[in-house]
Nanobody
Framework: QVHLTESGGGLVQAGESLRLSCAIS????????MGWYRQAPGKQRELVAN???????NYADSVKGRFTISRDNAKNTVYLQMNSLKPEDTAVYIC?????????WGQGTQVTVSS
């Protein structure tokens, strides 16, 4: 069983920054894609950013230029640096690990951005 543990969420004001962390309970080298999704109340879950094993990244248009995803292979951890936060970024942020053919999900961490 693979476990993902997120941390770093919280309440911030618009324009501020947060860094989310996702620790995975196995070697990150075996994971094909790691990513962050978010789900706001009444909305569908959406991809925020992901990073492939070779390092290629992908971002939702709404966060490009503000968010950065990275991985620390030695710590089996993926980060999401979120800058210039906006109220519309408010959501539960959920870590995902895709290791063909399995999808693993974390419990999520709440991010709230006040205006």
């Amino acid at each position: 069983q693979v476990h993902l543990t997120e941390s770093g969420g919280g309440l911030v004001q618009a324009g501020e920054s947060l860094r989310l962390s996702c620790a995975i309970s196995k070697s990150i080298f075996s994971i094909d894609v790691m990513g962050w999704y978010r789900q706001a109340p009444g909305k569908q879950r959406e991809l925020v950013a992901n990073i492939r094993s070779e390092g290629r990244t992908n971002y939702a248009d709404s966060v490009k230029g503000r968010f950065t995803i990275s991985r620390d292979n030695a710590k089996n951890t993926v980060y999401l640096q979120m800058n210039s936060l906006k109220p519309e970024d408010t959501a539960v942020y959920i870590c995902n690990a895709y290791e063909v053919p399995y999808d693993y999900w974390g419990q999520g961490t709440q991010v709230t951005v006040s205006s």
